[in-house]
């Protein structure tokens, strides 16, 4: 009988449950594939949860969640937030910093000491070691303990961070690259003058699901039509955009439509807007997509996504998408599955939701044409051929 081939994942977080990025439910999706695959899953991780303070809030040790065996190991204390913050202030405003500074500011990044002297003397028995995403200084430095065999998941997208020097090497270093879809790897193209041929599109398979688009109406007394956001409540995530243009557009249209969020952050709406609002802070996947399900659209206004997730969920419930036109990504998923529209101003944005509100039958055709893109693309069985490509 054959041995078990063995896998490691790193990443400073584990998605333990719902407070966790798109990056590392990505990566524990993808590792629990691989133990039902019959691969020996090992994740290596930090015992933070924060992703703002990086405290040690989970003990040193391991748990086994879904067959994947979980290491967390403590993030390293003294961090210099001075320098940092202070190099990183440059770096956002696109102001040259050199490589030594580029050197400082990730080792005063989230760092853990005991996860890589781990992988130092048990690397060699992982077959390969998938780590991402690219921005955290811990995949940095660990990308270069086993960079033979050492597979990037990157997450990458086309912001001041992705022109560092350092990432650069990083790219290019280490033995092959799984990208969430298309636009992204052309990116890292761009970027680094990248070999496609060390460079594979992955992406995440999504499972068919259930809706009551009604039950979520009627238990959260919702008369009005509504666009819906999950997700982080940021400036990165384009949610000060999607309220200052929902509140235009009601009073430039008269149209009474509301928003309805999931996640979690603060905001802070229009006055007029903030009646018009039900926060649902974080919830049940079961009602994240009876949510999805009974909305006119799902609007993400970022412009920072290598994939997206809550998009392609949305497709799956059969609702149609509104997306920024600044990143590549989401437009590119919407033209090649005829299931979304895209704005690159507020006129633009006018126009599409005046167009879903007014056009029923066009929702649910756009709702189904996604749905069956999210089918064909993204089942786990497409998903899973891939990934075994990209490990091979």
């Known amino acids: 009988m054959a041995k078990p081939r063995r896998i490691a994942f790193v990443s400073p977080r584990f998605s333990e449950g719902p407070t ?18 019959g691969w020996q899953v090992d994740y290596l991780t930090t015992c933070a949860r924060n992703h703002f303070t990086w405290e040690n809030e989970i003990p040193p040790g391991t748990k086994t969640f879904s067959g994947i065996t979980v290491r967390y190991f403590p993030v390293d204390g003294g961090r210099d937030l001075d320098a940092f913050i202070r190099i990183q202030d440059r770096i ?29 003397t048990e690397g060699h028995h992982y077959d390969k070691i998938v780590m991402g995403p690219y921005l955290f200084a811990l995949v940095v430095f660990a990308s270069q303990i086993h960079p033979d065999r050492t597979l990037l998941l990157p997450c990458l997208h086309d912001e ?3 022109r560092l020097e350092t990432i650069r090497d990083m790219f290019l270093k280490v033995s092959g690259l799984i990208f969430n879809a298309e636009p992204e790897r052309d990116l890292a193209a761009q970027l680094y003058g990248l070999d496609v041929s060390r460079a594979h599109v992955v ?20 008369h009005a039509p509504y666009i819906l956001y999950s997700g982080r409540r940021e400036p990165m995530k384009g949610t000060p955009i ?62 920072n996504e290598s994939f997206s997730i ?8 059969g609702t149609p998408v509104l ?14 599955s005829n299931g979304g529209l895209w704005f690159r101003n507020y006129p633009e944005f006018e126009e599409a939701l005046s167009l879903l509100l007014a056009k029923p039958a066009l929702r649910v055709a756009m709702g189904q044409a996604g749905c069956a893109y999210v089918q064909r693309e993204y089942s786990w069985k497409a998903v899973e051929h891939r990934l075994e490509q990209a490990l091979a």
């Open 203 to 222: 992406g995440m398979g999504l499972d068919n699901f259930p809706v009551d688009p009604e039950g979520f109406r009627h238990r959260h007394r919702l």
């Open 242 to 303: 999607l309220l200052d243009y929902l509140d235009l557009f009601r009073e430039r249209t008269g149209m009474d439509i509301k928003l309805v969020l999931t996640g979690s952050g603060p905001y802070d709406p229009p006055s007029r807007l903030s009646a018009h609002i039900l926060d649902l802070g974080f919830v049940s996947e079961q009602e994240k997509h009876d949510a999805m399900a009974g909305a006119v659209a799902f609007c993400h206004p970022s412009a």
């Open 160 to 162: 001041c961070f992705a």
């Open 323 to 336: 997306v920024h036109a600044a990143g590549s990504v989401m437009p590119f998923h919407c033209r090649k």
């Open 20 to 37: 966790v990025g798109g990056a590392e439910t990505l990566l524990r999706q993808l590792a629990e594939r691989l133990v039902k695959a």
């Open 92 to 120: 956002s405003r696109f102001v040259p910093v050199t490589r030594d500074e580029e050197l400082i500011w990730h080792r005063n990044n989230v760092n853990s000491t005991a996860l890589y002297d781990h992988l130092r």
């Open 310 to 317: 809550v998009i392609l969920e949305s497709w799956l419930a």
